[in-house]
């Protein structure tokens, strides 16, 4: 495992951007009954999502919540030396989105920037990779974009998957600062298991072909073609409830952390379900674990973010936060991160 303790790293702000489309899952036909739609509310949480119109991508969302981030900290954008955008959605197979991100906000061309391909647990890695380079480089000031917009990767006829996902983008932005409080995280990947969250056709490996397209009926109510994302359910549920809980006791432990000193958890907001069942395998109290499944569903790499944003946004700009988040997903790759919030800029939601 990657145990990681960084210095001299602080959070300056978050914010999120969310489509102003909002669909509700009690209008969307692949439910039998009311009784299957009831049941699937009871099981998962979700009740409406945010969805992207046709040609809004990823990038805007992020750009969006960059543009409001750095106005309100009054960030002089010349000094901003390292942009990560952290996606499974990115506008182009290349160039890598973070490039385009680069300009389009009038960063510096002295400015590193390069994307990482991950999902659920893509905020826990991006944080820790540019904390990791700003401590290393002294770099002063960086910017993390982290979203997705999976909508677009999952089938219609799929009640499997869709009614499950909606997208939103993030910034949060890092200084190097001496007096910050030390990150601390670990992060972990089982790729023998990359099966059960997956997209078959498309890539390098099975490149699209017409057999793409071809719709696919694999049991009642899920229906998909072959550039529609997989998401094996049982063996997802199996994963998330033990490794999550797992690696948050191993930060706890390996650091010496006092788990009651943390004043709030934000996990990767998959399905109340497998959430709850984290939250009392780890024996947290309800009030420290918030949650946005109800109106934002899964918003993959978004969601630790975006649930910082919507829940905690007076709190985070008018106090101190000790905070553990944990992500966990496509991969499979997940991670927990240890971090304080201290006084910082919380944007109001953004819907683009």
Not at 4 to 21: E, H, K, L
Not at 275 to 302: Q, W
């Amino acid at each position: 495992m990657s145990y990681q303790q960084i210095s001299n790293i602080r959070i300056d702000g978050i914010a999120a951007c969310v489509p102003s489309r909002c669909e509700e899952n009690s209008t969307l036909n692949l439910f039998n009954s009311s009784d299957e739609y009831e049941k699937f509310v009871a099981t998962t949480g979700i009740e409406r999502r945010h969805v992207v119109e046709p040609g809004m991508c990823t990038s805007d969302l992020c750009f969006a919540a960059a543009e409001k981030l750095l106005s309100e900290l009054q960030w002089d954008r010349t000094e901003i030396e390292c942009l990560i955008f952290v996606s499974q959605t990115p506008d182009y197979k290349l160039p890598a989105t973070a490039c385009i991100l680069q300009s389009r906000l009038g960063l510096s061309k002295e400015c590193m920037s390069f994307d990482i391909a991950l999902g659920c647990s893509g905020w826990i890695y991006g944080l820790t990779t540019i904390s990791s380079i700003l401590s290393a480089s002294h770099i002063q000031k960086g910017l993390l974009l982290v979203g997705d917009t999976v909508t677009v990767t999952k089938s219609p006829l799929d009640k499997s998957t869709y009614p499950l996902f909606g997208d939103a983008g993030t910034a949060t932005a890092v200084s190097y600062n001496k007096d910050a409080a030390d990150i601390r995280a670990c992060l972990y990947t089982d790729g023998a298991n990359y099966e059960a969250i997956m997209i078959e056709d498309g890539g390098c490996r099975n490149p699209v072909n017409p057999a793409s397209f071809e719709i696919t009926e694999y049991e009642n109510g899920v229906k998909r073609n072959k550039l529609q994302s997989i998401l094996d359910g049982s063996s997802v549920f199996t994963f998330g409830i033990s490794k999550a809980p797992q690696c948050v006791n191993n930060l706890i432990e390996h650091f010496t952390i006092e788990k009651d000193s943390i004043d709030y958890f934000i996990f990767h907001q998959a399905n109340m379900l497998m959430n709850e069942k984290i939250r009392t395998k780890l024996k947290l109290p309800e009030e420290k674990v918030p949650y946005i499944l109800k109106d934002f569903g899964n918003s993959s790499s978004a969601s630790i973010p975006l649930t910082i944003v919507v829940t905690l946004k007076e709190l985070a700009g008018d106090s101190t936060l000790k905070m553990i988040a944990c992500g966990f997903g496509v991969g499979l790759s997940w991670g927990a991160i240890a971090f304080e919030l201290e006084k910082i800029v919380c944007c109001k939601l953004i819907e683009l």
